[in-house]
């Protein structure tokens, strides 16, 4: 564009600065961004977001925090991606409370926070051992007419699992079910993994038996915690054959067992 004399406007920079956060090239974003400034363009809001998004899958949270603070001084408005990315920035760096107050100004704001942000603080309580106060949120999530999706309940059962709660675990399990929502293998693995934790391998067979029948494809990290447990119990020639089963599905170890 420029060596044919066209100037590129804030749109084409904040494609190409998208394209580099995805690709993981943050510090070819961040010069290309330099450049958007130093010519006196001005970033919007996408270009903030997509910078923010590509510092945070990176773990820069504190840089992610300055350009956020660098969005206010320069009064653009924030939206719910912005919103939900700091909400995930604070989860992080462990301040949910700071997270949590975030949903407030949302709020304040007239910006409902969606199901992407209500899931980020669910996991975050849930991976801090706050599994009540997760639940709180699934509770006001539903109040406001927002359903929880897979990843909500996956979240509550991986939480209660943490806790070695493995009936509260199945009870969201089944609930999840009931209200029309497919477990995925995420759900499944998190499950299977609670009850070897438990030492109870009868309910994580059935529930690997019942995978079987519902077509989600084991990874290989249920075949793995399986095996661990089948070792650990004594049942060898179980977990070989189970071992067997993994090589016929297709599946590639990925440590020795």
């Known amino acids: 564009m420029e060596g044919r004399g066209y100037e590129p406007n804030i749109v084409a920079y904040s494609t190409v600065i998208d394209c580099l956060c995805k690709n993981g090239l943050l510090k070819e974003a961040l010069d290309l961004f330099s450049e ?11 270009t903030y977001n997509c910078l923010i998004h590509g510092m945070c899958n990176l773990g ?19 939206n ?17 409370s700071k997270a949590v107050e975030i949903v407030d100004t949302m709020r304040k704001q007239g910006i409902e926070p969606d199901v992407v942000a209500y899931n980020t603080l669910v996991h975050a309580h849930c991976k801090e051992g706050m599994v009540s106060e997760a639940e709180d949120i699934v509770d006001a999530m539903i109040k406001r007419g927002i359903e929880p999706d897979v990843v909500t309940y996956s979240a509550l059962i991986n939480g209660h699992c943490l806790q070695n709660e493995m009936q509260k675990a199945r009870s969201v399990f089944n609930l999840m079910i009931e209200k029309g929502c497919e477990p995925d293998i995420v ?6 993994n609670g009850y070897c934790n438990g030492k109870r391998l009868d309910k994580a067979m059935e529930l690997f038996h019942e995978i079987s029948r519902k077509r989600p494809i084991p990874h290989t990290v249920t075949y793995n915690t399986l095996m661990q447990s089948m070792f650990q119990l004594g049942k060898v020639s179980t977990a070989c054959e189970l071992f067997r089963k993994m090589l016929a599905s297709g599946q590639v170890p990925d440590r020795p067992v």
């Open 187 to 192: 759900t499944y693995s998190t499950m299977i």
């Open 36 to 46: 958007v400034k130093v010519k006196g363009i001005r970033p919007n809001i996408f």
């Open 60 to 78: 820069q949270q504190e840089e992610a925090t300055r350009l956020l603070n660098e969005m206010v001084d320069n009064n653009i408005l924030l």
């Open 80 to 96: 719910i991606v912005t919103y939900t990315l700091l909400i995930d920035t604070l989860c992080k760096e462990g301040t949910i």
